[in-house]
T-cell receptor, first 116, second 109 residues
Framework: DGGITQSPKYLFRKEGQNVTLSCEQNLNHDAMYWYRQDPGQGLRLIYYSQIVNDFQKGDIAEGYSVSREKKESFPLTVTSAQKNPTAFYLC???????????????FGEGSRLTVL | EDQVTQSPEALRLQEGESSSLNCSYTVSGLRGLFWYRQDPGKGPEFLFTLYSAGEEKEKERLKATLTKKESFLHITAPKPEDSATYLCAGLRGTYKYIFGTGTRLKVLA
């Protein structure tokens, strides 16, 4: 079945450690996104990529890094510079934007990161 | 500043008690208004896209409508399995999705 796979589902990190969240899609979508979800707040965009080997910062990119070496993959690294990394992280993809604008987002199941 | 506001924050309904969820938006050059359903601990699941004022879309017990300032998600005769958080998002440009904080719906049997 086509979809987006995020791993791990749960992750614990000690302060000062970098961690990488995996996101793989087999929907053949060009655009991929990383969002952060905190209680009482809307989803906030961390990074997005519209094409392989290209990505742009979102609203809260500080302390995060990404790569887009393959169309199917868009991993997110949470670095030690991120001051408050405990959150639910969501990866999404969407088809090419054309005509009437961006399409719907397809989300993965999420990764919950907890800093100990 | 672009903004999407959802109300109420939480809603409890008896099974069969119809109601509406509101999504007010101020998004410059809105390219689309999206509704999602999110179950606890899961990623959001796409429900509807609305592109222009007056547009309506239906799916089972759900109907979404759009005006120039807000969108409504009408739930007719809800069942307990409709319990979830419902998110709306406005799209500006080709990548900027502005999400509301959601409405937590609980349907009691």
């Amino acid at each position: 079945d086509g979809g987006i796979t995020q791993s791990p589902k749960y992750l614990f990190r000690k302060e000062g450690q970098n961690v990488t969240l995996s996101c793989e899609q087999n929907l053949n979508h060009d655009a991929m996104y990383w969002y952060r979800q905190d209680p009482g707040q809307g989803l906030r965009l961390i990074y997005y990529s519209q094409i392989v080997n290209d990505f742009q910062k979102g609203d809260i990119a500080e302390g995060y890094s990404v790569s887009r070496e393959k169309k199917e993959s868009f991993p997110l690294t949470v670095t030690s510079a991120q001051k408050n990394p405990t959150a639910f992280y969501l990866c999404a993809s969407s088809p090419s934007h054309s005509g009437r604008g961006g399409g719907e987002l397809f989300f993965g199941e999420g990764s919950r990161l907890t800093v100990l | 500043e672009d903004q999407v506001t959802q109300s109420p924050e939480a809603l409890r309904l008896q099974e069969g008690e119809s109601s509406s969820l509101n999504c007010s938006y101020t998004v410059s050059g809105l390219r689309g208004l999206f509704w999602y359903r999110q179950d606890p601990g899961k990623g959001p699941e796409f429900l509807f896209t609305l592109y222009s004022a007056g547009e309506e879309k239906e799916k089972e017990r759900l109907k979404a409508t759009l005006t120039k300032k807000e969108s409504f998600l009408h739930i007719t005769a809800p069942k307990p399995e409709d319990s979830a958080t419902y998110l709306c998002a406005g799209l500006r440009g080709t990548y900027k999705y502005i999400f509301g904080t959601g409405t937590r719906l609980k349907v009691l049997a």
